[in-house]
């Protein structure tokens, strides 16, 4: 049964991809500047969106490790003359 709902779903999603492949090559040949520059929008921003989220979640992972281990933590106090 899973096997066939995952035959099913990547035919589906198959068919939605060469729907729109054609959509888009119709749109190009119709107007082939105005759907260059939106398609470079579209990818600019994705590709802006995509590392935004890469620097977020690399900030967050290192501040989280540095909290975990934390200077004022007393196992990690270093205590002089003591």
């Known amino acids: ?8 779903a990547i035919g589906t999603s198959l ?3 060469g ?4 959509w888009y090559l119709t749109r ?3 107007s082939p500047l105005f759907t260059k520059c939106i398609t ?3 990818t600019a921003l ?4 995509g590392a935004q989220w890469f620097e ?3 900030d967050h992972s290192r501040r989280r490790s540095q909290a975990l281990v934390s200077t004022s933590d007393p196992a990690f106090t270093i205590r002089a003359g003591g």
Not at 1 to 8: F, G, P, S
Not at 19 to 22: L, P, V
């Open 28 to 30: 190009l040949e119709a």
């Open 46 to 49: 994705i590709g802006d969106y």
């Open 15 to 17: 068919r939605i991809l």
């Open 40 to 42: 470079g929008g579209i």
């Open 1 to 8: 049964l899973c096997a066939a709902l995952n035959t099913r």
């Open 56 to 58: 977020y979640k690399s």
């Open 19 to 22: 729907s729109f492949s054609s």
